[in-house]
């Protein structure tokens, strides 16, 4: 069974910059044959989108609104992927997940990832 573990989140303020990460663990488990992806919650809204990863790291995937401020990464050597938040704003606020899926393809659809991370929280203060 593989397991998400995010850290990183935080309080910072608007301008400021946050880099989650995202440890993934389990018995005969194979991180780089795992496409990735991070999605936020915000009070009162949907989950969104944020970005995804491909197994080798080739491909990237990012929420049109968000790929001038954020970068997804990974290091299979570490299993563990990375969110980079730069030039954070109080709409930023959420918790952050980390979701994964066993494929060598790649999808921003929530539905196509079947697990998931407790998330972090990112607070963003003006």
């Known amino acids: 069974q593989v397991q998400l573990v995010e850290s990183g989140g935080g309080l910072v303020q608007a301008g400021g910059s946050l880099r989650l990460s995202c440890a993934a663990s389990?018995?005969?488990?194979?991180?780089?044959?795992?496409?990735m992806g991070w999605f936020r919650h915000a009070p009162g809204k949907e989950r969104d989108f944020v970005a995804a990863?491909?197994?080798?790291?080739?491909?990237?995937f990012y929420a049109d609104s968000l790929k001038c401020r954020f970068a997804i990464s990974r290091d299979n050597a570490k299993n563990t992927v990375y969110l980079q938040m730069n030039n954070l704003k109080p709409e930023d606020t959420a918790v952050y997940y980390c979701a994964a899926v066993r494929s060598y393809g790649l999808e921003r659809a929530s539905s196509w990832y079947n697990i998931w991370g407790q998330g972090t929280q990112v607070t963003v203060s003006s």
């Open positions: 389990g018995r005969t488990f194979t991180f780089g044959s795992y496409a």
């Open positions: 990863i491909s197994w080798s790291g080739g491909t990237t």
